[in-house]
Nanobody
Framework: QGQLVESGGGLVQPGGSLRLSCVVS????????MGWYRQAPGKQRELVAT???????NHVDSVKGRFTISRDNAKRTVYLQMNRLKPEDTAVYYC??????????????WGQGTQVTVSS
């Protein structure tokens, strides 16, 4: 299933920026699409962005134009650059391998999450 370790979260003021990283080991990283999700208190986990193994990104409407997903296959790392942060972006952010659920062996390939808090 691989090991995924997120970092880069923290407390930031509205309008600020953060860059999340997710380092992946134990799987052939370059073969798989990757995704970032988030879960706010009392809400279900939701997809934020995906990037295919060919580095084609996609972002949900609520973050489009503010967040950017990218990957570095040599570093086995997927990133989420978050700009113009809003209080409603506050959540625990998770990365996952195979967000399109093509490979059953990656069904539980989640990281432990990193907290992002946007507050003045």
């Amino acid at each position: 299933q691989g090991q995924l370790v997120e970092s880069g979260g923290g407390l930031v003021q509205p309008g600020g920026s953060l860059r999340l990283s997710c380092v992946v080991s134990g799987i052939d990283f370059s073969r798989y699409a990757m995704g970032w999700y988030r879960q706010a208190p009392g809400k279900q986990r939701e997809l934020v962005a995906t990037i295919t193994q060919y580095s084609s990104p996609n972002h949900v409407d609520s973050v489009k134009g503010r967040f950017t997903i990218s990957r570095d296959n040599a570093k086995r790392t997927v990133y989420l650059q978050m700009n113009r942060l809003k209080p409603e972006d506050t959540a625990v952010y998770y990365c996952k391998a195979d967000p399109f659920n093509i490979y059953p062996q990656l069904a539980n390939s989640w990281g432990q999450g990193t907290q992002v808090t946007v507050s003045s």
